[in-house]
């Protein structure tokens, strides 16, 4: 075996190597956004289990209200439509930019369907509109605090499929840019 065709076959080995290192960290780090969108999916989730539980016992006392209800009840649909899309493609930069937009639209909406609830003394009587109250005041921080590490994971992604030489695998490699809620 000649010198240049050995120098042909370590450079091989090495670019093959390169290659297998930047695939393999790049696959950690969209596992990390993975992860991290569990942990936004179970808040939100959490917080639509509230939401239902709410709008089931508050739709008929606040039947005068019906266009508060009707505006939470369509915004946490376009909540969840937008969550199993990103559900279906957690890097899918325009799933995760609707969900952003849908979940400003609920917590617009939610903010008069909870003042209304709490000018009810009858209803926060109730232990499960109390419950659902409750659940609804526990869910920013926590939605917060996950959104914050999905954001983290996928700036991290971005960073690592934009650095070069990755960025000459990105597209080979089918590794996308990560959106931000």
Not at 110 to 115: I, K
Not at 162 to 174: C, G, H, I, M
Request: glycine fraction near 4%; avoid cysteine.
């Amino acid at each position: 075996m000649s010198t240049a065709s050995l120098s042909w076959l370590v450079a091989l080995l090495v670019l093959g190597l390169w290659m297998l290192g930047a695939h393999n960290r790049v696959t950690a780090l969209k596992t990390a956004v993975l992860a991290a969108w569990t942990q936004v999916d179970a808040a939100l989730q959490i917080r639509a289990q509230a939401l239902g539980a709410l709008l089931a016992k508050v739709a008929e006392p606040l039947a005068s209200e019906a266009a508060a209800v009707d505006a939470v009840a369509g915004a946490l649909a376009q909540v969840q439509a937008a969550s199993e899309a990103v559900r279906r493609a957690p890097l899918a930069r325009d799933a995760v930019a609707d969900l952003g937009k849908a979940d400003a639209v609920l917590a617009a909406v939610l903010v008069r369907l909870v003042a209304l609830v709490e000018q009810q003394p009858a209803l926060l009587g109730d232990e499960a509109v109390a419950a659902a109250l409750q659940a609804l005041r526990e869910a920013p921080p926590r939605l917060a605090f996950a959104r914050q590490l999905f954001n983290e994971a996928g700036s991290a992604y971005n960073a690592a499929t934009s650095q070069f030489p990755t960025r000459l695998l990105a597209s080979l490699l089918r590794f996308g840019q990560a959106g931000r809620l």
